[in-house]
């Protein structure tokens, strides 16, 4: 599954460690999940958008 | 629950297992000699205490993953569990059509957790690759690898220094001299292998 996320970390200069921070997992989930290695569970998923304040769909295409 | 960090659940880990590969050394052997039974009960058992702390290690680290890393450790602990399951089978089979000419069971339930653990750590690797996630050497967050065998390799040169100036065993003192000599030729491997990997980035 694609998705924005890398895009949007950087339009808010986050390092992956402030992001991972942020979202409370590890640095490198938030890279596996950045290179579409890895798809997020719903509870995650949500998580990434109501901090970046988009819609799921937005930020995560099939 | 408070995430424990890579370098000090490295940590923790090694310090459990460098005082469990010193009460065995030390403190196992005084069962096979102690008359009394409760004597015998308590130096067979001392070992089981470090086991019990890196166990409880591993379920705090466990539960307190996020997603990924919980999947990576269930995928670990289900090839160690279907290893150790297949390792006990074969045994069984073999001790019940009496294969082996002593009973040696007793051996080799010794060998059932360090080769779940083995064979965890192995399923957990091969888990984290395919999610694009590094080896742990490579990963800053990590005791470096080279660091935790010369420690193991101390653990056993004192090991074997108390065999040879306290109880003068030489056969104790051989063995964790061997060990010693085998852990650093690991830890300059690592060494070695750090510092080209680190030269090939720079190139």
Known sequence: MNNKLRELREQRGWSQGELAERLDVSRQTVNAIETSKYDPSLPLAFRIAKLFRQQIEQIFEP | ????????????????????????????????????????????????????????????????????????????????????????????FLGAANVFETDVTSAFLIWIFPLQML?????????????????????ADHMPTYVRFFFVAAVFCVVAALAYFHSGNERVTSFALGMASALACGGVYFVVRRWMRSRRSRQ
């Open chain 2, 1 to 92: 629950m408070t995430r424990l960090t890579p370098r000090s659940y490295d940590r923790r880990v090694l310090i459990a297992m460098s005082i469990y590969i010193v009460l065995m050394i030390c403190v196992w052997p005084l069962a096979r000699s102690a008359t009394d039974t409760l004597p015998k009960i308590v130096y067979a058992l001392t070992p089981v205490v470090p086991l019990l702390y890196t166990i409880w290690l591993m379920g705090h680290r466990i539960l307190s993953s996020d997603e990924l890393e919980q999947r990576t450790h269930l995928i670990g602990l289900g090839v160690g569990a279907a290893v150790v399951s297949v390792f006990s089978i074969f045994v069984g």
């Open chain 2, 119 to 139: 064979s965890y750590a192995a399923g957990r690797r091969l888990a984290a690759r395919h999610y694009g996630l590094g080896p742990c050497d490579d990963d």
